[in-house]
């Protein structure tokens, strides 16, 4: 049944619209269309149009009156993520903003990954865009100055790392927009050459940030990678999507790494006998040519038939997936950084969800055990399948809830859900693919050690070299607890390094998951029915944690 949309709902569409003026990459990520062709402003005038609407929009819902449990909702969710972004723009958290994965760096190229490029009017908008990235990097640069100017700086580790990436940007020969925009066919030579020069001005730009980052900015950056306890406590609010105790958290990832570790032990003496150390078992699994992956087409391929599989064998018996969900596509991202990560559909589905595998260079093997809950996280039951979800289910929500609101630990926190949850389906059918999970999950629980203790200076453990945390005794941490290869490794701890909070909440938003669910069983009894509970949560679209039982309530 259509739910006729009320004062709230509106106060939410009108929020989502002139956010989508406001910042048009976050409209190109939603799939909301007619942004395309534009880019926001970054300085610190355009941080502060962007808070002035949370503001706006926080006094417009106060004066409506929710009319039903989805308005309730609503209202919780926006009045946490909308307070929570004036809280983090008054502390000047906004400013510093660069990190190695998920800043205004990466954000002015990533964006082009998910743009259409099939007609003379995409390319059109593609040729706008690059035009405008001199003045969006400028605006940016001025809100790094700022950050400066406020004694607010990335630290050294984040700047350097961030010239690398603008390094490889700004070459005018291999720039990916120069490649990107060569690759144009079918379109007139007018339209040609803008592309071409709109790449070599966004080359020339991300040149100019070069020298801005080592000229200016590295003289500035400290040392040290620790944000301190009142930083970190805003950032972990806004990535978790609550408050949690963070001295207790970190003791719980203490815990939960040993407990990991303990269950990788006991499924290694399965793989290659009594006695055998989870790194025997890797060898075993990764020796076997039987059980590798050669190539990029390989991989992709592989990670398509599994993404359709689990979509065919789960819709009807676990979930209800609506037909424009079961579209996924597993694609080999251009960039080569070690991420893997999903995209969600645009608002009408002509661009579908789709997982990217970020391959660094000369990686060419690939070990399936490994990474099959991978597929699960990225796809179904995991992040494809959450947001798809949200997204056309148009007869309930509003475009904010639909398409705007994200919670990372609610959305990483269901994915790792997922992954457990496809082991208790039995889709986990080896030692290996269960391996595999727990590996990965092992990796989720160092995060909440590592994030936590470096960035609020926390004692470690004796075992991991005793004094405060710090960058070097994390990678120890990590080499020990992770099976991966070092350059993908090094990426990781960089990216906890200069993200703070967002790391850990893929675990703990997990934890909070799972005590939902408990608690729904305790309190149905033998009335609880999973795949109810799993549609009622899916329907709700992305809320914040803390709201997430008063929504299931």
Known sequence: MTREPTPVDAVANTYTDRLAALNPLEATFAGIKGYDHLLPDLSPDGIAARTQLERDT?????????????????????????????????????????????SPLQGLRDVFDVMPTTSEEDWGNVASRLRLIPDAVRGYVASLREGARRGLVPARLQVDEGVKQAEELAD??????????????????????????????AADAYAELVGFLTGELAAQAPASDAVGRERYALWSREFVGAAVDLDETYEWGLAELDRMAREQEAIAEQIAGPGASVVEAIEKLDHDPAGLLHGKQALQEWMQSKADAAVEALNGVHFDIPEPVRRLECMIAPTENGGIYYTGPSDDFSRPGRMWWSVPPGVTEFSPWRELTTVYHEGVPGHHLQIAQAVVNREQLNSWRRLISWSSGHGEGWALYAERLMDEFGFLTTPGERLGMVDG?????????????????????????????????????????????????RFELNRYLGWPGQAPSYKIGQRLWEQARADAEAREGASFDLKRWHTRALNLGSVPLSVLPLALA
């Open 441 to 489: 999950q092992r990796m989720r629980a160092a995060r909440v050690v590592v994030d936590i203790g470096v960035h609020l200076g926390l004692p470690a453990p004796a075992k991991w070299g005793g004094g405060t945390w710090d960058a070097d005794k994390a990678w120890e941490l990590l080499k020990a607890n992770v099976n991966m290869d070092d350059k993908f490794l």
């Open 172 to 201: 005018a020969k291999d720039s990916f927009f120069v490649t990107f925009a060569a690759g144009a066919s079918g379109v007139p030579e007018s339209l040609q050459r803008d592309l071409a020069v709109g790449a070599r001005e």
């Open 58 to 102: 926080l006094a417009a819902l106060a004066a409506t009156t929710p009319v039903d449990d989805v308005d309730r909702v609503t209202v919780a969710a926006m009045t946490d993520r909308l307070g929570l972004a004036v809280e983090l723009d008054e502390a000047g958290a906004l400013l510093p903003d660069l990190n190695v994965i998920a």
